[in-house]
């Protein structure tokens, strides 16, 4: 008797099918709440402990000798989290059997179900159940059974199966399947005559469907997409998922792209103890519309060698240099120029850390000539050195050794050196921070008139600040961050040296405060400089959080500046662009940024940002952005979503470019959710390739909740605005 609950624990496994195919469903979405939530919904733990005492609570008992043990009326099976309810129950000692001859209710922490008449035979682990009725206890779904036969402890067979997580009375979509077969101690299950409503249509079948039972991985197909695109066609793919071994996976992803042919996707995954990787490969062979085989490969890679050292790669190749235009799905893709490549080893100590890598790049943007590519690093080894002294000393060591080579222009190697003394004064109202160096920098080079050169130059820099603090009426504090920053560095002649990597840095509020001007090592800019700037916050009573913050900086120039890029002038200005920025949270839904650089010796704009997010209830979401860089960018982006209905939204993006007077990429959709499905539909036109040309994409997705996604969604609208 007491392995009855057991037993009829089994029976929650009826429709986990449908659950464990959700389990990578959309993060976005919650509260499947369609199933009768005027049904009771206890919150239980669950407890299969077998050391929980079986119960047996009834009205009536009967035990004659010699004969079953008969419980009638009110009675109740209570054993850890399990609860079992019925009019009549019979138990017949010698053979274990237990009939449930009417109706019965069976609950624990996980699933409620009823059933119109059930038995159990508890030595030989089989029982069924008639006409049963099922729901799960969180609001998860719902569904029915004709028969379910439980074979053993652990293995049931099921007739006649459903699954929805609509109203189980009006079921938007519900999973049907003529015969279900269960294993639990595989975690595994199969579906025979599987077909999937819609509306009361038939929108999928299949005549043999396994699947697993709990977050074990199964080999199987996935569900497929759908999209359709004004270049290409209708472009359909069918993933099918293959579980290799427990560490060890990859996922097949045949694609059939109407006007191009059918291409195949591969993605392998394992994972061990200390190590990680994934291998990603796209073929389409004969593309029929660039009459060429294609492809795009990537392979990531992390290990860790011994404590503190590691590993890592990530290689990247295409076919082409057209694949991302033709191929790619949004305005990113399209963009692409490089791909890098490269393969690092890492170490890490108290004081130290240790670098050495080797990267490349495939160019793909045809407007680079052969003499602008970027350089390839074999190999680039760094070390930086951080060792606190007494008193309130450190020195700070930056060093670098790399060789560049290319197929056309001057290659060579470089050795760079920065140690630095810093002292550290720091107290809460401020902080004082000297610091002086010496950096130098040596070539031995190939194709240049000379091989060996260097450059040695000091460098001496003063950082300081002050913080203010005061309490206002309301609660909050504001403060007052003044900060001086002076920066010297003599004139060196760099002409001679080659330009490996180095550019000008962006010019920004953080800018402001770096001893170059330069990215890489080829210049060391000269200065004779003094940084002025401010820094106030607005501090939250409740919580410290910065409510509005407000930067304001310029650098005012004691001399030229004489060290410049090849092909630059030198710069007499006397003072750099003034630099503000502005942060400003007026309520948790609301955030607003901007940013302006000002020349007042030219007297224009240099650059100009601005950014508005909002996030209310009921889905509303909207967010406004312009990006302004001279001669460069002048772009304007609106995204939204808004409601016009409770479980009806639409939602839109329009980017657009000033500079050229061109839409890059305007979007307009509809989202309809109910509480187990949602549907939407999306069209986008973008800028495909350099030439300005557009494509239009049609995406059609729709999501079943507790089952999966149909079709395909174009990406997450307001994941990546960062105005």
Wanted: glycine residues 8%.
């Amino acid at each position: 008797m007491i392995r009855f609950l057991a037993l009829l624990a089994v029976v929650p496994g009826l429709a986990l099918p449908a659950l464990a195919q959700e389990r990578a469903g959309d993060s976005d979405r919650t509260g499947m709440s369609c199933v009768a939530m005027d049904q009771p919904s206890p919150r239980r733990q669950l407890d299969r402990g077998g050391e929980s005492p079986l119960r047996i609570f009834s009205e009536h008992f009967e035990a004659p000798p010699e004969q079953p043990v008969r419980f009638y009326e009110d009675v109740r099976v209570e054993q850890g989290d399990q609860r079992l309810e019925t009019g009549e129950l019979i138990y017949r000692q010698d053979t274990g059997r237990i009939d449930l001859p009417g109706w019965l209710d069976y609950s624990d922490a996980l699933i409620g179900l009823t059933a119109e008449s059930g038995w159990v035979e508890t030595q030989e682990s089989r029982g069924e159940f008639i006409g049963v009725n099922y729901r799960f206890m969180r609001g998860e779904g719902s569904g029915s059974a004709a028969v379910i036969a439980l074979t053993s402890e652990t293995t049931a067979e099921v007739s006649d199966f459903s699954f929805t997580t609509c109203d189980p009375a009006r079921p938007d979509w519900q999973l049907r399947a003529g015969q279900v077969d269960l294993d639990m101690d595989r975690g595994q299950g199969v579906a025979r005559h599987a077909r999937l409503d819609f509306k009361g249509v038939p929108i999928l079948y299949s005549p043999w469907l396994s699947f697993p039972l709990d977050d074990q991985r199964k080999s199987g197909f996935l569900y497929p997409s759908l999209g359709f695109s004004s270049d290409d066609g209708f472009d359909f793919s069918v993933p099918w998922y293959w579980n290799i071994a427990p560490n060890q996976d990859a996922t097949f992803t045949p694609r059939w792209i109407q006007d191009r042919g059918v291409m195949l996707g591969t993605e392998y995954r394992f994972l061990t103890q200390r190590q990680r990787g994934q291998l990603d490969l796209e073929v389409l062979p004969s593309d029929n519309k660039a009459d060429r085989n294609r492809y795009y490969g990537q392979f990531g890679y992390r290990a860790s060698l011994a404590p503190r050292w590691s590993a890592s790669a990530d290689l990247r190749r295409a076919s082409d240099d057209d694949y991302f235009i033709d191929l790619g799905s949004d305005l990113v893709d399209s963009s692409v120029q490089f791909l890098r490549s490269s393969a690092t080893v890492r170490g890490r100590g108290e004081i130290w850390a240790l670098e050495f890598m080797a990267d490349g790049f495939q160019v793909l943007d045809e407007s680079v000539s052969p003499q602008n590519e970027p350089y390839r690093r074999l190999p680039r080894l760094l070390l930086n050195i951080d060792q606190p002294l007494p008193v309130g000393f450190e020195l700070v060591a930056d060093s670098e050794l790399v060789y560049f080579d290319r197929d056309q222009g001057v290659t060579g190697g470089r050795l760079d050196l920065y140690p630095r003394l810093r002292y550290q004064f720091l107290r809460p109202g401020g902080f004082f921070r000297p610091e002086l160096g010496v950096r130098t920098t040596a070539y031995e080079l190939s194709g240049a008139p000379e091989s060996s050169l260097s450059r040695t130059t000091p460098i001496a820099s003063i950082d300081s600040g002050l913080i203010f603090e005061r309490r206002l009426v309301s609660g909050r504090r504001q403060t007052l961050e003044p900060r001086l920053f002076y920066l010297y560095v003599p004139f060196r002649d760099q002409q001679e040296l080659p330009d490996f990597d180095t550019r000008d840095l962006t010019f920004g509020f953080s800018q402001l405060f770096h001893h170059n001007r330069f990215s890489g090592a080829d210049r060391q800019g000269d200065a004779n400089q003094l940084t002025l700037a401010v820094t106030s916050r607005l501090l939250s009573a409740e919580d410290g959080r910065s409510e509005l913050d407000f930067s304001l900086g310029q650098i005012v120039y004691f001399r030229d500046q004489r060290v410049q890029l090849p092909g630059e002038p030198e710069d007499d200005r006397r003072r750099s662009a003034t630099v503000a920025e502005i942060n400003w949270r007026p309520a948790r839904q609301i955030v607003a940024s901007a940013g302006l650089q000002w020349d007042s010796e030219e007297n224009e704009t240099q650059v100009a940002r601005f950014g508005l997010s909002y996030r209310g209830r009921e889905s509303r979401q909207v967010a406004v952005g312009y990006r302004y860089r001279r001669d460069r960018v002048d772009q304007a982006d609106l995204r939204f979503r808004y409601p016009i209905r409770q479980d009806l939204n639409l939602i839109g993006r329009v980017n657009y470019s000033f500079e050229e007077n061109q839409t890059l990429e305007v979007l307009a959709g509809i989202e309809y959710e109910s509480c187990c499905w949602a549907l939407r539909l999306t069209g986008r036109e973008f800028i495909r390739d350099r030439d300005a040309e557009t494509r239009t994409a049609v995406f059609l997705e729709l999501h079943l909740k507790g089952l999966g996604s149909l079709g395909r969604r174009p990406y997450p609208l307001f994941s990546d605005h960062s105005f």
